[in-house]
């Protein structure tokens, strides 16, 4: 009886040893694996335009930064203040919209490198009673299911010739004397305003890309009032956006933004709770910008190379509705979603180059 159970006993505890060892030693693997992930982990700290922070503090884009060994810190500034900050020292990288506000900063830092994550065009933020009397006037268009401001020319002069919307031939819909201007925000601080600059100096350039002083000088006189015009400006792109969502067409009936926030709402908003009358103009011409990241040192450098060319960040990107260099995964992506959106813009202009663009809106500043 004693020798059969020391034959079970025995064996028994060489086992259960047996497993004590190789669960200790699985353990010890798994404790200097996390070990060696978190040292390889690296904290990066940057500024970041206002449009994209929904994007940067996703608990998606998060996670999947985090596998590939980044903690992200990211604070809002407006994507041309960024290069005046003084604390500049403090971060690893800034992230404005726009190549102009990207050149600028790196005039101003000294800075060779950069990484071009994703795009987005300028679009304007409207309403359908807007739309309809527009429509009629012939300004605006509806092509393929997108509405599209054929005669940004027209609307430009009623613009500079201080046209009130109350004065437009039949006009029932929106009778107010409010006069017809484009919301945007602060040409000093935000790319949004700076983009819609270089819009406006196209066409009153004789649809032209200003590329000179010359021509500078000769359109400010046009483009000046109508920044001048608008009275308080936001800094930083959300808050006309913002406005255009929650004080409807009485605060703001056209309004300069970027696709990508128009885009974001819809995906993030039930359709119930939309409200029905709003609607995205694409101008035409209109302008694209680049998200454009510069880094300060090698962490953020890590950081632009996992936004620019991470399969998973990029079509998360998509979902916060960026265009991205993938063919077809734009359209891919809405097209799942039920969100309408031309997956190609033929009429794209360039931007002026960095220094005509900074002289123009020096010189509105100072007018």
Sequence with gaps: MTMSWRRIVGPLLTLVLAIGVAAGLWWSFQGQQAHERDASRILVRGLAGSEKLPFLTDARVQARLAELGIELQVQKAGSREIALRPDLAQFDFA???GVPAAVKLQKEKGVSRSFATFFTPMAVASWKPIVTLLEAQGIVSRRDGTWYIIDMMKLMRWMSEGRRWRDIPGNTQYPVAKSVLISSTDHRTSNSAAMYLALLSYLANERNVVQDETQAQAVLPQLAPLFRKQGYQESSSAGPFEDYLAMGMGKAPLVMIYEAQFI?????????????DMVLLYPAPTVYTKHVLVPFND??????EALANDEVLQRLAVEFGYRVSKPGLFDEINRARGIKAPEVLLDVIDPPAYEVLENMIEAIEAS
């Design 299 to 304: 962490k953020g450098a890590r950081l632009g």
């Design 95 to 97: 992230y404005p919209a």
């Design 264 to 276: 974001e709402h819809l995906a993030q908003t039930p359709a119930a709770a939309r409200h029905p």
